[in-house]
């Protein structure tokens, strides 16, 4: 069984920064890509930021410039630097691992239970 734990979330001011980080753990062969999504109230989820296990990354466009994902292969951990937070951004985030090969030889995807970042003053 594979489980995605989130950390990080809160409550921060416009302007401020915010660093989530997602643990995969579990009899984990090989992860393909992990990411961030996110779901507002009222709105659909939407991808935030997605990293490959070979560093190839994607970002919403209402991120770029602002968000950073990062990867840890090893630890299969990512990380989402948020910077120059809006309200906007407020949103519960989530953990997603996908085309996760375990050791057992299954193919899955799996998402973490979410972490809330709001963005007030």
């Known amino acids: 069984q594979v489980q995605l734990v989130e950390s990080g979330g809160g409550l921060v001011q416009p302007g401020g920064s915010l660093r989530l980080s997602c643990a995969a753990s579990?009899?984990?062969?090989?992860?393909?890509?992990m990411g961030w999504y996110r779901q507002a109230p009222g709105k659909q989820r939407e991808l935030v930021a997605a990293i490959t296990s070979g560093g190839s990354i994607t970002y919403t466009k209402s991120v770029k410039g602002r968000f950073t994902i990062s990867r840890d292969n090893a630890k299969n951990t990512v990380y989402l630097q948020m910077n120059s937070l809006k309200p906007e951004d407020t949103a519960v985030y989530y953990c997603?691992?996908?085309?996760?090969?375990?050791?057992?030889?299954?193919?899955?995807?799996?998402w973490g239970k979410g972490t809330l970042v709001t963005v007030s003053s």
């Open positions: 579990g009899s984990i062969f090989s992860i393909y890509a």
């Open positions: 997603n691992a996908d085309n996760v090969r375990v050791v057992a030889g299954g193919l899955g995807d799996y």
